[in-house]
């Protein structure tokens, strides 16, 4: 595929499944613009990364930071073409042990940035005649794991996003939802390392998934780019589980 002369924002994209989305989708020849609120981290990836490719430090739950950033890329890049909603934030507890800011801070980041980053690119894609909007859901937005209910709570409402998008603005926009299992990216690595045994919560993330192993962000980057490409031009409206198998097992003996 080839993403030349087209424009990609990704949120969250310095690190981890945002990484892996801004290397396959610069690797495709597409001019990518990642927004994070890591300068370090930004700025370094860009640098590696090289022409085509440039950091804008963005707070996604900030409207007027939001406006700026995609301002910013319009100046720069002239267009918008696909819009990775990836930025997103992971609080353990559940319902009663979670405050009520703890929630708000989860929403705003992995419910509200993606809202707002929608709301400021859809405009520009709707003057070029086209635009994909991919959201970065969870397999846990189907099956769910114990004390992340803010987490839940969010990768679910981004399927609904989702859906909302592609009906609202077809035929020219299309909106899809990735939904990974586990993924070994910084932010599990951090949550592992919090635990009293570190190494068995790896282990135990990696027996739930049938293929026996968690995926690395470069796999998720691969189908953001198919779907945000002419050859997944049919998609919309849908989210797409890439999660090893998560599951769809029984347990039992027959």
Request: net charge negative; hydrophobic share 40%.
């Amino acid at each position: 595929m080839s993403f030349t002369d087209k424009a990609i924002i990704i949120t969250g994209g310095a690190k981890g499944i945002g990484e892996g989305c801004a290397r396959i989708f610069h690797r495709d020849n597409g001019n990518v613009a990642i927004f994070d609120v890591d300068e370090k981290a930004g700025t370094g990836l860009a640098r590696d990364l090289g022409d085509r490719c440039r950091f804008y430090r963005c707070d996604v739950s900030s409207e007027k930071q939001v406006q700026q950033a995609v301002s910013d890329v319009i100046k720069d890049y002239g267009r918008v073409d696909v819009l990775v909603n990836n930025a997103g934030i992971l609080k353990y507890s559940g319902v009663t042990d979670t405050s009520e800011e703890e929630w708000e801070h989860v929403m705003e980041v992995n419910v509200k940035g993606a809202f707002l980053c929608a709301k400021h690119t859809i405009p520009y894609m709707q003057k070029q005649g086209k635009g994909v909007v991919v959201n970065m859901s969870s397999v846990q937005a189907f099956v769910a794991q114990k004390n992340v209910a803010a987490y839940i709570a969010s990768k679910s409402a981004l399927i609904g996003l989702t859906r909302s998008i592609a009906v609202d603005y077809a035929p020219e926009i299309r909106s899809v939802a990735i939904c990974p299992g586990g993924v070994d990216t910084p932010m599990n690595r951090e949550a592992f390392s919090q635990s009293a045994d570190p190494d068995k919560v790896r282990q135990e993330t990696i027996d739930i998934h049938l293929v026996e192993r968690m995926a690395n962000q470069r796999e998720i980057g691969e189908l953001v780019a198919f779907v945000s490409g002419e050859k997944g031009a049919f998609i919309t409206g849908q989210p797409i589980r890439i999660d090893g198998g998560i599951g769809i097992k029984l347990s039992g003996s027959i």
